[in-house]
């Protein structure tokens, strides 16, 4: 009995385990992804680099929209008419649904606070 109860103790411990470093990769990638696809107009903090870039920190608008919009909006870019443009998927064409999942998973986390 004691040692049933130790096993369910060890199992959710390593689930545990598991899913934070699971967690962690996904943002990791994420973050990776970003650095390299997105920071050269929207910064590392996502504050934006340059006046026209949107400032992607703090509790914006765009932090409330649906993954799949945001994601559509991601691949489509942004035109402005009278300001900077935003290229599709930020100029790279290679980047796949998932990666842009996760470059979304890491700016939900990184830049909502
Ligand atoms: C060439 C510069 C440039 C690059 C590269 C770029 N962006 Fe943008 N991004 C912009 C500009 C400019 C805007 C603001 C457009 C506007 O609102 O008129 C913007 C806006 C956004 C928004 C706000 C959308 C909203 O609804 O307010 C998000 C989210 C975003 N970009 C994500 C990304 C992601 C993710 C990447 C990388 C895959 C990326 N951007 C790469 C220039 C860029």
């Given amino acids: 009995m004691i040692n049933m109860k130790l096993s369910f103790v060890n199992a959710l411990f390593i689930n545990l385990v598991f899913l934070t470093s699971y967690v962690a990769y996904a943002d990791e ?44 909006q991601i691949k489509k870019g942004i035109q402005n008419e009278s300001g900077i443009s935003m290229p599709a998927k930020g100029g790279n064409p290679n980047l796949s649904d998932d990666e842009i999942d996760k470059i979304i998973e890491f700016m939900r986390h990184e830049f909502a606070k």
Avoid: F, R
């Fill in 29 to 72: 990638k994420g973050k990776e992804l970003y650095m390299k696809n997105c920071v050269v107009c929207h910064a590392d903090d996502g504050s934006g680099l340059m006046p026209g870039v949107a400032d992607l920190t703090g509790k914006k608008a765009w932090l409330a929209l649906d993954k799949n919009v945001l994601s559509l």
